[in-house]
């Protein structure tokens, strides 16, 4: 039996003054779940510019995914945030695990300004409030490392035929927040639920849903 396409899905180290990264916590669950036909690899990527960038590119010789969907916590975000774009810029506001703290500089020099995820963004997203999960079109992934890898995973994904890629980003776990006065949070099981949900339908559709998710801020 031939071994199904495989999904990359990446989670991050702890990165700042955390000591751990739910990105990390709920992808690693799914690691060898089939979903929609595929089947997951769950790997774990540096919270710094240079070290994710070559891991990246070795897990692509590696495994061939099919498709990409990388993960990061965004500390303050209420919902699972689906990013829509990923843009051509490091601009750390806090040096990254290695102690690196690009300013302005290209993800890729000559790469183009910005990369659109190429997943079904608004079938996730409905898929996602149909089940009851907080989630919402994210159009900033921000200028740190899970830009820059969201922007690597599109980059790569581009020069390979029938390759797609996306990333979401991720409210902190209950034990984070609970550190800091309304800070919001949800669970794990309900973000590996999520991802699960989001997964299925990046991995079965192929054209997206047209309906209004933009904001005006
Ligand atoms: N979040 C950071 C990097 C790693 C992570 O989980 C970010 O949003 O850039």
């Known amino acids: 039996m031939s071994t199904p ?15 751990v990264n739910p990105s990390w916590e709920a ?34 010789d590696e495994l061939e995914p099919a498709i990409l969907l990388g993960v990061g916590q965004a500390g ?25 703290q690009p300013i302005d500089v290209a993800v890729v020099a000559d790469g183009p300004a910005a990369y659109f995820s190429t997943l079904p963004i608004k079938a996730m997203l409905k898929a996602l409030l149909a089940a009851g999960l907080p989630a919402e079109v994210s159009n900033t992934a921000g200028t740190f490392v899970c830009n820059h890898v969201a922007y690597l995973m599109l980059h790569l994904a581009a020069s390979r035929r029938d390759v797609r890629a996306g990333f ?3 409210p902190y776990l209950p034990e984070q927040a609970a ?39």
């Open 5 to 19: 396409p495989r999904i990359l899905l990446t989670g991050f180290t702890p990165f700042g003054n955390e000591d």
């Open 27 to 60: 992808v690693r669950v799914l690691d060898g779940t089939p979903i929609g036909g595929h089947v997951v690899v769950a790997r774990l990527l540096p919270t710094a510019f240079a070290e994710s960038q070559r891991e990246l590119a070795s897990l692509m």
């Open 76 to 100: 303050g975000r209420s919902r699972l945030s689906i990013e829509r774009v990923a843009i051509n810029v490091q601009d750390a506001r806090i040096p990254d695990n290695a102690g690196a």
């Open 168 to 170: 979401i980003h991720i």
């Open 179 to 217: 550190r800091f006065p309304n800070a919001p949070s949800m669970n794990r099981d309900d973000v590996v639920r999520a991802l699960s949900i989001a997964l299925e339908v990046a991995a079965t559709r192929r054209g997206d849903d047209h309906f209004g998710a933009g904001t005006l801020d």
